[in-house]
C-alpha cells in the first residue's frame, strides 16, 4: 500500500510540538478538528513522499532525513498551530 512518509513525521513530531506551545500557551486545543486542521496546514507546506509498504508495516523509527529534515516538518507544524489557533474550525 502507498503512505505519504511526510504524513507519518507530521505524526511523529505533532505531540512534541504541542507540549512545547502548550508551556507558553495551555489553551491550545487538540480536538480531533483541530489536531486534523493542523495536519492539514503543515502537510499542505511540506512536499510528499510517496513510499510503497507492506500492509500494516510499522515504522518505529522516523527517518527525518526522508522528509527535508525534522526542523522543517516543525516549521510547518508551528504555521498550522498558527493558523488554526487564530481560525479554529471546531464547533
Ligand atoms: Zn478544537
Known amino acids: 500500500m502507498l503512505k505519504n512518509y511526510t504524513e507519518i513525521a507530521v505524526t511523529e513530531v505533532f505531540d512534541e ?9 495551555p489553551e491550545i486545543c487538540s480536538c480531533e ?9 503543515a502537510l499542505n507546506r511540506l512536499p510528499p ?4 509498504s507492506d500492509k500494516g508495516e510499522i515504522f518505529t523509527k ?7 529534515g525534522k526542523a522543517e516538518v516543525i516549521a510547518a ?3 498550522g498551530f498558527e493558523l488554526v489557533g487564530k481560525h479554529p ?3
Open 17 to 25: 510540538v504541542l507540549n512545547e506551545l502548550r508551556k507558553q500557551n
Open 33 to 41: 478538528r483541530c489536531r486534523e486542521d493542523v495536519m492539514a496546514v
Open 49 to 52: 513522499k510517496y513510499i510503497a
Open 62 to 68: 522516523v527517518s527525518f532525513s526522508r522528509v527535508g
Open 77 to 79: 507544524l508551528l504555521h
Open 89 to 91: 474550525r471546531h464547533g
